[in-house]
């Protein structure tokens, strides 16, 4: 099956600061979705981003589809971006998510 | 925006009984979803997919036998723990693919739903 890594694993930042998350993958896909989960657990829908490039707000990502891999870049982060931001694939529409392992973002004040 | 409910959010039980999980897709429909488990500190993993009026598809090494999936409609689907064990403590998540919408094919997740075997 389809392989996707995730770095920084882990990640602890000042307030304020900027940061860039990687997500590779092995194979050509059809979705790839930015999440971030709370610390309730719930999933939040940052980005569906097969190709090309998004903004939201602070939160941007850039996906480059030829060459296997996403960036999540957060800016002028935030105690409230703490949590853990994962990255997921799917082959074709519809069909089930491959999961990264995550990153662990914490944002100290 | 779409969104998908889980109940109940939480739910504690005594080993060797079974608990049923609800995941409704709320203003779409959905004739398939996913159900995902997740151990403390690491990633979703895919238990099975769900598909409206036929059996469901579990992955490798998940016992259908014990985690029972119905899909009854295209908002609803369950799933159900049967003979619960210390070890199928865990947090169940469910997701439902809107196919389309604003020319995505973006996945919701539901919030979760917590369970603890004593």
């Known amino acids: 099956g389809i392989q996707v890594e995730q770095s920084p694993p882990d990640l602890i930042l000042q307030e304020g600061a900027n940061s860039t998350l990687r997500c590779n993958f092995s194979?050509?896909?059809?979705?790839l979705q930015w999440f971030h989960q709370n610390p309730w657990g719930q999933l939040i829908n940052l980005f569906y981003?097969?190709?090309g490039t998004k903004q939201n707000g602070r939160l941007s990502a850039t996906t480059v589809a030829t060459e296997r891999y996403s960036l999540l870049y957060i800016s002028s982060s935030q105690t409230t971006d703490s949590g853990v931001y994962f990255c997921?694939?799917?082959?074709?529409?519809?069909?089930?998510?491959?999961f990264g392992e995550g990153t662990q973002l914490t944002v100290n004040p | 925006g779409a969104v998908v409910s889980q109940h109940p959010s939480r739910v504690i039980c005594k080993s060797g009984t079974s608990v049923k999980i609800e995941c409704r897709s709320l203003?779409?429909?959905?004739?398939?979803m996913f159900w995902y488990r997740q151990f403390p500190k690491q990633s979703l993993m895919l238990m099975a997919t769900?598909?409206?009026?036929?059996?469901?598809?579990?992955e490798q090494g998940v016992e259908k036998d014990k985690f029972l999936i119905n899909h009854a409609s295209l908002t609803l689907s369950t799933l159900t723990v049967t003979s619960a064990h210390p070890e199928d403590s865990s947090f169940y998540i469910c997701?439902?693919?809107?196919?389309?919408?604003?020319?995505?094919?973006?996945?919701?997740f539901g919030p979760g739903t917590r369970l603890t075997v004593l």
């Open positions: 194979d050509s896909v059809n979705n």
């Open positions: 997701s439902a693919p809107r196919l389309g919408f604003l020319w995505t094919d973006t996945q919701y």
């Open positions: 981003i097969p190709s």
């Open positions: 769900s598909n409206e009026g036929s059996k469901a598809t579990y």
């Open positions: 203003d779409f429909q959905a004739t398939t």
């Open positions: 997921a694939v799917e082959r074709a529409s519809g069909s089930r998510l491959t």
